[in-house]
């Protein structure tokens, strides 16, 4: 078992910046890739960045390409999103997950952390 909390979630305008955490307990957080999603009501989960075990390989929706970076430090069981140029329509809830696969698909993640809400203005 893994458990995952989100933090770093809030109001911002566009064009700005937050950047958004996420702790890992249980079981050896290095042993799993890791992965953040979003999603608005109504819409399905959508992903927007996937990192791997050892923080080598990552892999960006292109709707955040450029402006997210995901990284994850393994000797503190974390991993964070920073996303830049905020725009509204990156209003969500944010959530990250745990893996056994590198992988886009939200079906392949196996733990899942409870979300974090982020507003965007304009």
């Known amino acids: 078992q893994v458990q995952l909390v989100e933090s770093g979630g809030g109001s911002v305008q566009a064009g700005g910046s937050l950047r958004l955490s996420c702790a890992a307990s249980?079981?050896?957080?290095?042993?799993?890739?890791m992965g953040w999603f979003r999603q608005v009501p109504g819409k399905e989960r959508e992903f927007l960045a996937s990192?791997?075990?050892?923080?080598?390989?990552?892999d960006y929706a292109d709707s955040v390409k450029g402006r997210f970076t995901i990284s994850r430090d393994n000797a503190k069981n974390t991993m964070s999103l920073q996303m830049n140029s905020l725009k509204p329509e990156d209003t969500a809830v944010y959530y990250c997950?745990?893996?056994?696969?590198?992988?886009?698909?939200?079906?392949?993640?196996?733990?899942w952390g409870r979300g974090t809400q982020v507003t965007v203005s304009s």
């Open positions: 997950a745990a893996s056994s696969l590198y992988s886009r698909w939200a079906n392949d993640y196996d733990y």
């Open positions: 249980g079981r050896t957080f290095s042993e799993y890739a």
């Open positions: 990192i791997g075990r050892g923080g080598t390989y990552t």
